[in-house]
């Protein structure tokens, strides 16, 4: 697609890749901006039903690429602001289950673009880190949320400050990883896991990360009237009576997304 950014498509599912492999997959303005493309492509092309996240060669990113600096005229909470923010907004916001394949590490505003992903596969060997104290600086792209929700305080405050490597067994244990799979099969087993999310009604989908998404900050009761109003649209849809007749008919639904 572009020099920073590889899209591809194996069936339902796109596959982003950062493709800046020399530099660890570093975020640059350049790789910022044609992410950004990459996601809102995906998200508008009706024959593309999950994503795929990931890097090109030995790491899914190292995080900002330091050697760019900050060109942005607000500096970094302008490029945090301007910049990271509609990419992971993107990803959130996307009615499209989106999976990271982290191979090799994910650190720094890599760990917080892994993260964001609604699910995360991690190669066997991967670590997730969180580095920013070494460099002294706060963990940036959400991450104290994420990992403060993910962890508890206590846990998340001891494994950023002491920079810890989190390895790809021990992210599925904590729940910041939903599986691992062998690094020579990672992004297959994350394309093949997507097809199989693809099989599956879309609007259901969407609705279900927009409702869980919302649950994480919302009361009890705020959260009930969102899945109210999400099933009553939902019942409505021509995806939910193909659901019920495949049901009684004892054959696999055909969802369109309608």
Same mark, same amino acid.
């Given at each position: 697609?572009?020099?920073?950014?590889?899209?591809?498509?194996?069936?339902?599912?796109?596959?982003?890749?950062?493709?800046?492999?020399?530099?660890?997959?570093?975020?640059?303005?350049?790789?910022?901006?044609?992410?950004?493309?990459?996601?809102?492509?995906?998200?508008?092309?009706?024959?593309?039903?999950?994503?795929?996240?990931?890097?090109?060669?030995?790491?899914?990113?190292?995080?900002?690429?330091?050697?760019?600096?900050?060109?942005?005229?607000?500096?970094?909470?302008?490029?945090?602001?301007?910049?990271?923010?509609?990419?992971?907004?993107?990803?959130?916001?996307?009615?499209?289950?989106?999976? +990271?394949?982290? *191979?090799?590490? &994910?650190?720094?505003?890599? @760990? %917080?673009? #892994?993260?964001?992903?609604?699910?995360?596969?991690? =190669?066997?060997?991967?670590?997730?880190?969180?580095?920013?104290?070494?460099?002294?600086?706060?963990?940036?792209?959400?991450?104290?949320?994420?990992?403060?929700?993910?962890?508890?305080?206590?846990?998340?405050?001891?494994?950023?400050?002491?920079?810890?490597?989190?390895?790809?067994?021990?992210?599925?244990?904590?729940?910041?990883?939903?599986?691992?799979?062998?690094?020579?099969?990672?992004?297959?087993?994350?394309? +093949?896991?997507? *097809?199989?999310? &693809?099989?599956?009604?879309? @609007? %259901?989908? #969407?609705?279900?990360?927009?409702?869980?998404?919302? =649950?994480?900050?919302?009361?009890?009761?705020?959260?009930?009237?969102?899945?109210?109003?999400?099933?009553?649209?939902?019942?409505?849809?021509?995806?939910?009576?193909?659901?019920?007749?495949?049901?009684?008919?004892?054959?696999?639904?055909?969802?369109?997304?309608?």
């Amino acid at each position: 697609m572009t020099e920073t950014v590889r899209y591809e498509q194996q069936d339902a599912v796109a596959i982003i890749s950062l493709d800046r492999p020399d530099s660890l997959n570093g975020f640059t303005d350049a790789l910022r901006a044609d992410l950004h493309n990459a996601l809102q492509r995906a998200g508008n092309d009706a024959a593309v039903r999950a994503v795929v996240l990931t890097g090109e060669g030995r790491c899914f990113s190292a995080g900002a690429d330091l050697k760019a600096g900050f060109d942005n005229v607000g500096g970094v909470e302008g490029q945090l602001q301007d910049e990271y923010r509609p990419t992971l907004e993107a990803i959130a916001e996307m009615p499209k289950p989106v999976i +990271a394949a982290v *191979n090799g590490f &994910a650190a720094g505003i890599g @760990l %917080s673009y #892994a993260l964001q992903c609604d699910l995360v596969v991690m =190669a066997d060997e991967a670590f997730l880190l969180s580095p920013f104290t070494t460099i002294s600086l706060v963990p940036d792209g959400g991450a104290n949320w994420m990992l403060v929700r993910h962890l508890g305080y206590h846990r998340a405050y001891q494994l950023s400050i002491e920079s810890t490597r989190i390895p790809a067994s021990k992210c599925v244990e904590l729940g910041l990883a939903n599986r691992t799979a062998p690094a020579e099969t990672l992004l297959a087993d994350a394309v +093949a896991w997507g *097809n199989e999310l &693809a099989k599956r009604a879309p @609007l %259901s989908l #969407a609705a279900t990360k927009k409702a869980m998404r919302v =649950a994480m900050d919302a009361d009890w009761g705020a959260a009930y009237d969102l899945e109210a109003k999400l099933q009553g649209e939902l019942l409505a849809s021509d995806d939910a009576r193909e659901g019920v007749d495949a049901f009684f008919e004892k054959r696999a639904p055909e969802f369109k997304g309608t």
